[in-house]
């Protein structure tokens, strides 16, 4: 069974930076889609970044630029740094990890991962 593991969440001000952790276990597949999402107070849930065991990646539009997923280093860790965070940025920020089975842009669109983490809260505001 796979498990998810957020952290690295915290309350920062505009313009600052944070690095979220995912850390996984029971992958036993090796084609790896992996991806950021979040939910902020009264919003649906949106794709923030995905990521492909090829290296391949997709952003939402609006974190283009400022964040960066990347992976590895424990193996199927996960990470998302965040530069020049502005309050709209506030969220709970979810790690999902699934086998591939769709594009990186339907992940990001439609979020249909199987394994999910609990969430890691991230608060910018000034």
């Known amino acids: 069974q796979v498990h998810v593991v957020e952290s690295g969440g915290g309350s920062v001000q505009p313009g600052d930076s944070l690095r979220l952790s995912c850390m996984t276990s029971g992958i036993t597949y090796n084609r790896v889609c992996m991806g950021w999402f979040r939910q902020g107070p009264g919003k649906e849930r949106e794709g923030v970044a995905m990521i492909h065991s090829d290296g391949d990646t997709r952003y939402a539009e609006s974190v283009k630029g400022r964040f960066t997923i990347s992976k590895g280093n424990p193996e199927n860790a996960l990470y998302l740094q965040m530069n020049d965070l502005k309050p709209e940025d506030t969220a709970m920020y979810y790690c999902?990890?699934?086998?591939?089975?769709?594009?990186?842009?339907?992940?990001?669109?439609?979020?249909?991962?199987?394994?999910w983490g609990q969430g890691t809260q991230v608060t910018v505001s000034s």
């Open positions: 999902a990890v699934e086998a591939c089975r769709r594009s990186l842009e339907r992940y990001l669109a439609l979020g249909d991962f199987g394994t």
